[in-house]
C-alpha cells in the first residue's frame, strides 16, 4: 500500500484548515474539547480508541452504534472518504475526502486536538 492509500502522519496544521474549510466547526457540526458538548454530530473529544456509536447524549442511528469500529487512524482514514459507504445507514452529512493526502491531514490534526 502506498502512501495514499492508508494512513501515513500528515501536517496537522493543513488538517486544521481542511477541518474548518469542509464545515466541521460550523455551528452544525463537530466540538473536539471535552467541555463543549455534542452539535449536530458528536462532540469528537476522546475519539481515538472509541468504539463508534458511543458518545454519551448523541442520538446515533443504528447503523453506526452497530458498526462496531473502534476509531483509530487506519479507520478514519477509510471512513472519511466516504462515510456514507463505510457506514450505510449513518446520518453523517459529510460527503467525505478522496485524496489521501487530505484525510492524513486532517487524521493528524484530529489526533493531537481530541485528546
Known amino acids: 500500500m502506498g502512501k495514499s492509500d ?8 493543513k488538517g486544521a484548515g481542511l477541518f474548518k474549510a469542509n464545515g466541521f466547526l460550523d455551528s ?4 473536539l474539547k ?3 458538548g455534542n452539535k449536530i454530530g458528536p ?3 476522546g475519539l481515538f480508541g472509541r468504539k463508534t456509536g458511543q458518545v454519551e447524549g448523541f442520538s446515533y442511528t443504528d447503523a453506526n452504534k452497530n458498526k462496531a469500529v473502534t476509531w483509530k487512524e487506519d479507520t478514519l482514514f477509510e471512513y472519511l472518504e466516504n462515510p456514507k459507504k463505510y457506514i450505510p445507514g449513518t446520518k453523517m452529512a459529510f460527503g467525505g475526502l478522496k485524496k489521501g493526502k487530505d484525510r492524513n491531514d486532517l487524521i493528524t ?3 493531537d486536538e481530541t485528546k
Not at 492508508?6 to 496544521?13: E, L, M, R
Open 6 to 13: 492508508s494512513f501515513s502522519d500528515g501536517d496537522a496544521k
Open 28 to 31: 452544525q457540526c463537530h466540538n
Open 34 to 36: 471535552e467541555s463543549e
Open 43 to 45: 462532540n469528537l473529544h
Open 109 to 111: 490534526f484530529l489526533r
